[in-house]
């Protein structure tokens, strides 16, 4: 199937359960971008500030980037301007690096914090006392150009099903409990970004109201290597 027909299944399939559609266009050329585009597709996430850079440039401006991968503090100003929502967010210094660059740019940049549920050492993330004690503290009251709008997870890379389930629920009871406890009287805590190309499903039936996908509309095709950000 092509990008077109693959955007078209996928939005028939998350846009009448309440399920955003987040294209993850890491190494993707900007005419498969296009596609998507042309086929419907807003939202995009990247990895790494250089590639978001350039295809921010070039692409369309009603584009909504997403930052997905793991964001150095040194990085911030490259995308302050014109960035979505940084769904990694895994530090109050880098929510206080992130005020600073809004508040050059007259603006309040939406984000995710990046809550760590994975059995792997590699991943990034907040693990849930550290979520806790950033919400609690006076740093984070004092921040007023960056709203968080909810949390994102990535599960273990593995087969095992219910291992993945396990992780997802565990992230959605723990988003539940942040809810009532810091957000009660804000709508705008309401994303809960969890599931790829190969566990999506998976993370729709624990709760995913916004989903990462990138093979399952691109293929597995890459075309360029771009250096870490």
Known sequence: ?????????????????????????????????????????????????????EKYEALPKDIEWHLIGHLQTNKVKYIA??????????????????????????RVIDC???IYIADEETKYGLGFDEAIELL???EFAALTNVRIR??????????????????????KTFFDGVKVSFFRKEDSF?????????????????GSNLVRLGSTIFG?????????N
Not at 81 to 106: G, P, R, T, Y
Not at 220 to 228: E, G
């Open 1 to 53: 199937m092509s990008i077109t027909d693959n955007i078209r299944a996928l939005k028939k399939e998350t846009d009448g359960i309440g399920v955003t559609l987040l294209a993850v266009s890491k190494t993707k050329p900007n005419e498969d971008i296009l596609e998507a585009y042309n086929a419907g597709q807003r939202l995009f996430g990247e990895n790494t500030v250089q590639e978001l850079t």
């Open 136 to 138: 609690r503290s006076e």
């Open 220 to 228: 597995s095709r890459v075309i360029k290597h771009w250096k870490n």
């Open 81 to 106: 301007s014109f960035i979505s929502m940084i769904e990694s967010v895994d530090s109050i210094k880098l929510l206080q690096e992130i005020n600073k660059h809004a508040l050059k740019h007259k």
């Open 112 to 114: 995710l914090l990046q």
């Open 190 to 206: 309401n994303i809960v970004s969890m599931g790829m190309s190969s566990d999506y499903k998976l993370a729709i039936e624990q």
């Open 150 to 171: 909810g949390l994102m997870g990535i599960a273990t890379n593995t087969d095992a099903e219910r291992q993945i389930k396990e992780e997802y629920y565990e992230l």
